[in-house]
């Protein structure tokens, strides 16, 4: 199909049925009110599998292979979350969700993958005791959240920089307090970081403060200390810890 081809497309997942719903252009497969309900039905598969679970959520990107340094250091952070307690909670799919979720094994830690319906073929990864597949993204992330005391934000592209943004806006309006959020890898988040004191805190897009909201480190026991005292503060302590 080219750029001018004004045909009719078929909606090639729920988010776009939902997002395209008003242009003629994309299939208008069900109405509001069955959007309505499947949405529900999202949230209510999610809140039911994960009733009780208080994990940390680690993202990163679908994109780095088993050989890379990065993959060893997010099998690590998987790892010394199981050993201090935390089920792990990943997007399920390859790359550092992948070996967040393996290290988790590694330590006989519970291990949980929110994947996500997308456009091309695509699957969970190996590592995962339970493994749900959500319709729309935003039921989705708000399990990331409620099921989690904190994020680990492991190397990672615009998906990555989507959930660690996300995170950042709900802490800096109040929705959720205490919550630890560690950029682990410093030779990938330090210049981000770097950018984001010199343009937006000189600019006064954010204030110092805010600047603090974040944790870097490379070292995986040091997430996990601030992982720790965060769930701490929030009354929810892992079992080892
Ligand atoms: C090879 C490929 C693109 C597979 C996509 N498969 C995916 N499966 C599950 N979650 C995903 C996927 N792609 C992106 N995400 C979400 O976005 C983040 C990674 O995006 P990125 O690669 O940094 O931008 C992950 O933390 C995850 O929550």
């Given at each position: 199909m080219t750029e001018h081809d004004t045909g009719v497309r078929i909606p090639l997942t729920p988010d776009e049925e939902l997002l395209g719903a008003d242009r003629p252009t994309i299939e208008s497969l069900h109405t509001?009110?069955?959007?309505?309900?499947r949405m529900r039905a999202d949230l209510e598969m999610?809140?039911?599998a994960l009733e009780g679970t208080s994990g940390v959520s680690v993202f990163g990107s679908a994109r780095v292979g088993p050989n890379e340094p990065d993959y060893a250091l997010g099998r690590a952070v998987g790892a010394a979350l199981g050993r201090a307690g935390f089920s792990v909670i990943t997007g399920g799919?390859?790359?550092?969700m992948e070996a967040a979720n393996r290290g988790a094994r590694d330590a006989g830690a519970r291990s949980i993958g929110?994947?996500?319906?997308?456009?091309?073929?695509?699957f969970a990864n190996r590592y995962l005791d339970l493994s749900l597949t959500f319709r729309y993204f935003f039921a989705r992330k708000v399990c990331f959240v409620r099921y989690a005391t904190g994020f680990v934000v492991l190397p990672g592209g615009f998906g990555t920089l989507d959930e660690l943004f996300e995170a950042l806006v709900l802490i800096q309006t109040g929705k959720?307090?205490?919550f630890p959020v560690v950029l682990v890898g410093r030779h990938h988040w330090g210049p981000l970081w770097d950018w984001v004191g010199d343009r937006l805190v000189s600019g006064g897009y954010v204030s110092p403060e805010e600047l603090e909201l974040v944790t870097l480190c490379d070292e995986p026991e040091d997430a996990v200390e601030r992982l720790v005292s965060g769930a701490r503060a929030q009354g929810l302590a892992p079992e080892a810890a």
């Open positions: 509001d009110a069955e959007r309505l309900e999610g809140f039911r799919g390859p790359g550092l929110l994947n996500i319906e997308l456009p091309f073929e695509q959720v307090r205490h």
